[in-house]
């Protein structure tokens, strides 16, 4: 069964320091999405992103973060200057046409110390 | 602002029995909504759905209620099993946006007891 594969599984990265989370996304999918959950926290959209540009982002989005589909296949979230309370699991999904479920990947656990 | 509420943080009940969770939403303009399932470390997985047009939708040992007036939905789990046992949560497409962004609930902890 397609999945959306999302690497790495745990990055910890120094406070300032810019990071890179990768997704591939199932492939026949149009529509790709970064969601975060701070621990004990509810699931939190930051970026929806369609026909290669970005189609909207929530406040969470600000300029730090960056979204990018580099080839084909993957898509990738950059944070340019991670800070303590970037430290959340982030989610890569996508969605075959924008208003059917969405499949989640595993998650990328992001610890900023 | 809170636009999908899950006010039951947790849950519990006897395998063998119905599990309820419950979610509410304040956005009139949500047009579908969706139960995911979450395990610790995992990403969410879709269980099951339900359009606004319809007030029942049923798959297997799951049902969901959507209730438009009271702007309430309901996931009922017949009959519970210890497998699922975990994070459920509620989520939400507003059908004024056409990016199928996902509004989420912050999510019911069922504990299935054999």
């Known amino acids: 069964e397609p999945e959306v594969t999302q690497t790495p599984s745990h990055q910890v990265t120094q406070m300032g320091q810019e990071v890179i989370l990768r997704c591939v996304p199932i492939s026949n999918h149009l529509y790709f999405y970064w969601y975060r959950q701070i621990l004990g926290q509810k699931v939190e959209f930051l970026v929806s992103f369609y026909n290669n540009e970005i189609s909207e982002k929530s406040e969470i989005f600000d300029d730090q973060f960056s979204v990018e589909r580099p080839d084909g296949s993957n898509f990738t979230l950059k944070i340019r200057s991670t800070k303590l309370e970037d430290s959340a699991m982030y989610f890569c999904?996508?969605?075959?046409?924008?208003?059917?479920?969405?499949?989640f990947g595993q998650g990328t656990r992001l610890t900023v110390v | 602002d809170q636009q999908v509420k899950q006010n039951s943080p947790s849950l519990s009940v006897q395998e063998g029995r119905i599990s309820i969770l419950n979610c509410d939403y304040t956005?009139?303009?949500?047009?579908?909504f969706l139960w995911y399932k979450k395990y610790p470390a995992e990403g969410p997985t879709f269980l099951i759905s339900i359009s606004s047009i319809k007030d029942k939708n049923e798959d297997g040992r799951f049902t969901v209620f959507l209730n438009k007036s009271a702007k309430h939905l309901s996931l009922h789990i017949v009959p519970s099993q210890p497998g699922d046992s975990a994070v459920y949560f509620c989520?939400?497409?507003?059908?004024?946006?056409?990016?199928?962004?996902?509004?989420f609930g912050q999510g019911t902890t069922l504990q299935v007891k054999p």
């Open positions: 989520a939400a497409y507003d059908g004024s946006s056409n990016t199928g962004k996902l509004i």
């Open positions: 999904a996508s969605n075959p046409t924008g208003d059917t479920e969405a499949f």
């Open positions: 956005n009139s303009m949500f047009d579908y």
